[in-house]
């Protein structure tokens, strides 16, 4: 799937409310024309009625601000439970000047610690309050525009966390300064007042999260698989991401790197944070652990076989080129890239554990169903994944500007049907075999709990 940044959003000229309430009434037509699935996890008469608030708050507004109209199409997306479409904002993409918020917080049983800030502050800090609304306030503001996978809370909630920045500013809009409430860690309480960050500020608060271990490998030293040993006999893969457009390039690197398994009993394979990108890319991991053939998908089906014609001005593909090939008439059964799997005779026998939270989506998703459904053997350590097991709608992506030109969406054409695996539940992320619960007890030891429950040798006797 291509990431946010990707979706280009052009101003045009100021929209009255009422025609940016016509502009989202036409994109839900649009939207329930052409997604495959758009009431697997809504109703019609739920996603209407949420439809018919924003429109009725949108209406009210003489001249509402692209961040008032993306809070509209943000609420009612949500609804939908497609982790899939992405909203695109000019606040996400553009270079025009921002001032983001200088803290980022983490909530871990009942308490919201900083878990970065553009000051020092003490390791414990807690914060109380951001610019007087208190925390439990701000998280139920931001839940409902969570766009996320399927009707888990936790994934949810995961989501959130990842990336509290971009929802506070989509509820609240920017300001210069932001007035933090903290509690230290001695009881004292403070207001600090800190200046925005600017998006290569919020980069640096991403990478010095206290938490950081906690989200897998980072992207800093780039997208690509790295291997280390933990001592003579384990190793950590290490796949930040499945989203390198150079294909081989990913593979050669691939190759390369898991020529160092000699020796190895047990590797452990981190997908945490990984949202996935191109499945070609997952094959070149997977062709070192499976030794047959392994199709991820049993089937895909399209609900349209052509954009309808009074949408077709307002709908691109970043990809390139138009539907009009790939847009199935019937049905498809089977994985139609079954050919570009190349397993290896003498793939890795040794124990694989995989670790995984619920950002763990899209290619990574079907990268740990493949492993659970081919290697019995894997165990998966972690939380419930971010992508639904059963099924996924996130190939052929498009995009829809409305003639406001104040938001545009991403979204995928394609429904697909994943292979069966064990304890799969409809609407939900594949459980892990050994769950894990990141603790305030664990941030604060800055203790990284996944590689301490994993199974350090023989898997055989686990789940």
């Known amino acids: ?12 000229a100021e929209l009255s409310g009422a025609r940016a309430a016509r502009e989202l009434q036409r994109f839900v037509r649009y939207f329930e024309a052409v997604h495959p699935e758009p009431h697997r996890f809504v109703t019609a008469e739920q996603l209407h009625a949420e439809l018919d608030v924003q ?14 109209v993306g809070q509209a199409w943000h609420r009612v997306l949500a609804r939908v439970g497609d982790s899939h479409v992405k909203v695109g904002l000019p606040l996400y993409g553009s270079d025009a000047p921002v001032s983001l918020l200088p803290v980022l917080p983490l909530t871990l049983d009942d308490t919201t610690f900083v878990d970065a800030a553009s000051v020092d502050l003490p390791v414990g800090t807690q914060v109380v309050h951001i610019d007087g609304r208190p925390m439990d306030t701000i998280r139920a503001d931001l839940t409902p525009l969570v766009i ?27 300001a210069d300064h932001y007035t933090v409430g903290l509690r230290l860690p001695d009881g004292r309480t403070e207001d600090r007042t800190l200046a925005g960050v600017d998006r290569a500020g919020m980069q640096r608060l991403r990478e010095t999260r206290r938490s950081a271990a906690t989200w897998g490998p980072t992207t800093r030293a780039g997208p690509w698989p790295t291997l280390t040993a933990l001592d003579d006999h384990r190793a950590i893969l290490r796949l930040p991401t499945f989203g390198v457009a ?37 094959f070149a991991v997977l062709d070192h652990l499976l030794a047959e053939p392994y199709p991820q998908w049993d089937g895909f089906d399209a609900r349209i076989t052509r954009i309808p014609r009074g949408y077709r001005r307002r709908v691109t593909f970043p990809m390139g080129g138009t539907p009009a090939d790939r847009l199935p008439a019937e049905p ?17 026998a040794g124990n694989v554990v995989v670790l995984v939270d619920g950002l763990t989506n899209s290619a990574a998703n079907t990268f740990v169903l493949a492993l ?23 190939e052929l992506p498009a995009v829809y500007q409305p003639p406001g030109g104040a938001v545009a969406v991403l979204h995928s054409l394609i429904r697909v049907d994943h292979v069966d695996v064990p304890g799969c539940v409809h609407g939900r992320g594949l459980m892990p075999h050994v769950p894990v619960t990141y603790t305030a007890a664990d941030f604060l030891a800055g203790h990284d709990p996944w590689l301490a429950v994993a199974p350090h040798g023989d898997t055989s006797a686990l789940p």
């Open 1 to 12: 799937m291509l990431p946010l940044l990707l979706l280009q959003v052009a101003f045009a």
């Open 55 to 68: 429109v009725a708050r949108l209406t009210q507004l003489p001249t509402p601000s692209p961040f008032e």
């Open 148 to 174: 996320a996978e399927g009707t888990s809370p936790d994934v949810r909630q995961r989501t959130l966390a990842s990336d509290i920045a971009r929802y506070y500013h989509l509820a609240y809009g920017m």
């Open 246 to 282: 150079d294909m081989e390039a990913f593979r050669a690197c691939t190759d390369e790197v898991l020529a160092g398994l000699s020796g190895v009993n047990t590797l452990y394979i981190d997908v945490r944070g990984n949202v996935g990108g191109l499945r070609p890319n997952a």
């Open 332 to 348: 498809i059964d089977g994985d139609p890239l079954l050919g570009w799997m190349e397993p290896h005779a003498a793939a890795f």
């Open 372 to 394: 659970v459904r081919y290697r019995p053997d894997v165990v998966v350590v972690g939380q419930e994944l971010g992508g639904e097991c059963g099924q996924h709608v996130g």
